[in-house]
């Protein structure tokens, strides 16, 4: 029995089968002679196929669901057993119709979350996604809310970095990615500030998809990738060519700040094979704030001159610290002999080469807070 009234849209996804549904015993839609396949349900599926039918709110309606596994949907070869159906069904709204209802309850409400992201639908493994930006009509529902709410908490739920055209005027975003059965709990621990966020981002978050070195090499009218990026990947690509983003590798904010003090690195004792410890970054970490927190500690290595194309700097390991409120800590990050080297291809080795490398310490790719430089005078090939 619909709540409300007017035309309905209903969709349906088939896995391993055929399946058709009416309403009143009328056809609304046709999944079963006219199969689109899809790579859901593991590469067994159809895609989606939608029908409309116009309702009166309160009156009740026989919905008849026909559903069959004796064949698989056409073209696809992976058996999913006894096959099943997915069902959904929505009123027609505009976008406008939606934003502006939002826009609404904003202006009214004490505090507001926007939670968006994307889903199972969106991305997923096995397929690769047309863009980076949420589903449509997302962006519009979020710059109407900021544009009314600007101290409006956004929740971003994805696995992957996505456009996001409003983030210059947001002034609170945490990325959430997928958490799971207990998400929703975790999730108010930070909002309300019972848990201290100190995650820190796995990949940078370019502005637009077009500044993504995949973005030259991923794909062409054969099917066929070339990776011509090569070792320029992530923040490599960026600092490379001097691209701004909208944030970088390693970062994130907690309610807490910190500082690095006091570094010093020191080489070890002669090495003797590639496990060994060429040095030692010796730092202090202090927590300025007066709640505990973590704290992501990230070493980079940036090249000497050298013959080859090389990243500007690449991180080589990092540790994670909780320190109390005011306290302050003692740490070290060992630098083996390989976070120094690149491989020969000519000589079919790694290579260290000779000359000054320069040891960042920070706290992302981009938020260096302090340097050391330690030199090498000699070449070094060895084989993993």
């Not at 992976?78 to 976008?95: C, Q």
């Not at 090495?271 to 030692?280: C, E, G, N, S």
């Not at 302050?328 to 630098?335: D, P, S, V, Y």
């Amino acid at each position: 029995m619909p709540n409300e009234g007017g035309e309905w849209e209903f969709g349906m996804v088939v896995a391993a089968g055929q399946g058709d549904l009416y309403i009143d015993g009328v056809q609304v839609i046709d999944n079963s002679t006219q199969q689109t396949p899809s790579p859901l349900f593991e590469c067994a599926g159809s895609i989606q196929e939608v029908g409309h039918f116009t309702v009166e709110a309160g009156k009740s309606y026989a919905l008849e669901i026909r559903f069959s596994n004796q064949r698989p949907v056409p073209g696809q070869t992976i058996p999913m057993g006894r096959g099943a159906i997915e069902v959904g069904a929505r009123r027609i709204r505009t976008t406008a119709e939606l934003v502006n209802e939002a826009v609404e309850v904003a202006k009214q409400a004490d505090v507001v979350i926007v939670a968006v992201g994307l889903n199972a639908d969106w991305e997923s493994e096995g397929y690769d996604r047309k863009n980076p930006r949420l589903p449509p009509g997302t962006d519009e529902l979020v710059d109407a809310v900021l544009d009314v709410r600007s101290d409006s908490v956004v929740v971003l739920q994805s696995g992957t970095p996505l456009e996001l055209p409003w983030v210059e005027k947001c002034s609170a975003l945490l990325q959430a990615h997928y958490g799971g059965l207990e998400f929703g709990n975790g999730l108010a621990d930070i909002i309300f500030g019972k848990a201290n966020p100190s995650a820190r981002l796995s990949m940078t978050y370019p502005f637009k998809a077009s500044h993504n070195p995949a973005n030259y090499n991923w794909g062409d009218e054969f099917g066929e990738s070339r990776y011509g990026e090569g070792v320029f990947v992530g923040y490599r690509h960026y600092e490379a060519t001097d691209r701004e983003v909208m944030f970088p590798f390693g970062y994130g904010l907690s309610y807490h700040s910190s500082e690095i003090t006091d570094i010093a690195i020191e080489k070890t004792s002669p090495f003797t094979k590639p496990v060994d410890i060429l040095a030692t970054c010796h730092f202090t970490l202090e927590n300025l704030s007066e709640i505990p927190g973590r704290e992501v500690v990230q070493l980079y290595i940036g090249p000497p001159d050298s013959e080859v194309r090389r990243p500007v700097k690449e991180r080589k390991t990092y540790c994670k610290l909780a320190l109390k409120a005011h306290e302050k800590k003692k740490a070290q990050l060992n630098i083996p002999l390989e976070a120094f080297a690149y491989f020969n291809g000519r000589m079919n080795q790694w290579h260290v080469e000779k000359g000054t490398y320069r040891v960042f310490l920070g706290f992302s790719s981009q938020n260096i807070r302090a340097e050391e430089d330690i030199q090498f005078h000699y070449l070094h090939f060895f084989n993993c």
